[in-house]
């Protein structure tokens, strides 16, 4: 017998998401130094199963304010987290966490030339592997996906 949370229906699981998403976006609305966010992964390109963890990538003026305090989190995901762990990946730094539900939630803090040409090699990989962008007032990170020839809406 595992522990934790039953993993809900994967309807219930979806309209968590796109709350989790929903909530994320309008964060980083309020937020002048947020200069995007992109949801990545399975999730992006319509092949999340229920126990899929949520990609996100927020595009910052000031990475080390998201990746220094945990302060922020639950704000930004609209509701109570666990931290799960900080870890870097190259330029991306993650701060995973986890929701009561156990839906686990990646948000991937990069530098704003994160989405700058010529597009480093990780970043397209990411993008290609599934991307739909959330909040994107400067048109940043529509501008990646055409330099890569990747539509957002996938």
């Known amino acids: 017998m595992t522990e934790g949370p039953p993993v809900p229906s994967e309807p219930q699981r ?3 998401v796109l709350a989790v998403c929903r909530s994320v976006a309008g964060w980083a609305a309020a937020r002048p130094d947020v200069v995007a966010v992109g949801l990545a992964g399975s999730w992006a390109r ?6 899929s963890d949520v990609d996100l990538v927020v595009l910052t003026d000031v990475p080390e304010r ?6 922020w989190i639950a704000a930004a ?16 730094t993650e701060r995973r966490v986890r929701l009561t539900s156990g839906l686990e939630v ?8 994160w989405a700058d040409e010529p597009v480093d090699d990780g970043t ?3 993008v290609r592997d599934g ?3 959330l909040h994107d007032p400067r048109g940043v990170l529509s501008g990646l996906l055409a330099a890569l020839g990747v539509r957002g809406d996938r």
């Open 14 to 16: 979806r309209d968590e």
């Open 77 to 92: 995901v609209g509701q109570d987290v666990t931290p799960v762990r900080t870890q870097a990946w190259g330029v991306l």
């Open 46 to 51: 319509g092949a999340a199963r229920a126990d």
């Open 66 to 71: 998201w990746i220094g305090a945990d302060d």
């Open 106 to 113: 990646e948000l991937g803090i990069v530098p704003r030339q």
């Open 124 to 126: 397209a990989r990411v």
């Open 131 to 133: 991307f739909r962008v």
